[in-house]
């Protein structure tokens, strides 16, 4: 395992550039993005506040959608603050790790792949749910999912990088 002094960590995730080194910022913040839309949610399935504005598209209800049977139904909680919990893990694989990870530290990127694409099948789920339980959607949740298939996307690359090293296959000098 290799373990990078934390002043050159800072200086590689603050000031490096590599095209998988901007994937994973550009995951960080997308991943952020569902961290912000939970965050929103959970004031109003709290009663913090008491209206979510939606884009002015028939198909989004978010009041109707996170107040019903449907947004309280799993571990007697509203399910908002889990949106919180899982943009924060994926954030967290993702600024993890130097520039060159994927050579040094294969299993992050390898794992960054592994949670965005859970990330992408349980907000695809739970749209689907939301759909036929409300025939409406979550804007905000809808926005994640969004956020949840580019970041998916985004981190194959460094993925691929990670299974050659772990599985003995060098990129060809």
């Not at 991943?31 to 198909?59: E, F, K, M, N, R």
């Not at 759909?131 to 998916?152: D, G, M």
Request: proline share 6%.
């Amino acid at each position: 395992m290799s373990t990078l002094a934390p002043a050159e960590l800072s200086r590689q995730l603050r000031l490096g550039h590599s095209p998988d080194l901007n994937r994973r910022r550009w995951i960080i913040g997308l991943s952020l993005v569902t961290v912000a839309a939970g965050q929103i949610v959970t004031l109003y399935q709290t009663g913090v506040i008491s209206h979510l504005p939606d884009p002015p598209l028939a198909v989004f209800d978010s009041d109707k959608v996170d107040a019903s049977d449907y947004g309280y139904k799993r571990l007697q909680m509203p399910d908002a603050p889990a949106m919180i919990v899982t943009g924060g893990i994926t954030t967290i694989l993702a600024s993890a790790g130097g520039q060159e990870r994927a050579t040094t530290l294969p299993w992050l990127p390898v794992a960054l792949l592994g949670k965005t694409l859970i990330d992408l099948v349980t907000n695809v789920q739970l749209g689907r749910e939301e759909w036929q339980e409300n025939k409406k959607l979550c804007f905000y949740c809808q926005a994640s999912t969004v956020a949840a298939t580019a970041a998916a996307v985004l981190a194959v690359p460094e993925a691929i990088k990670a299974f050659k090293t772990l599985f003995g296959k060098k990129k060809a000098a």
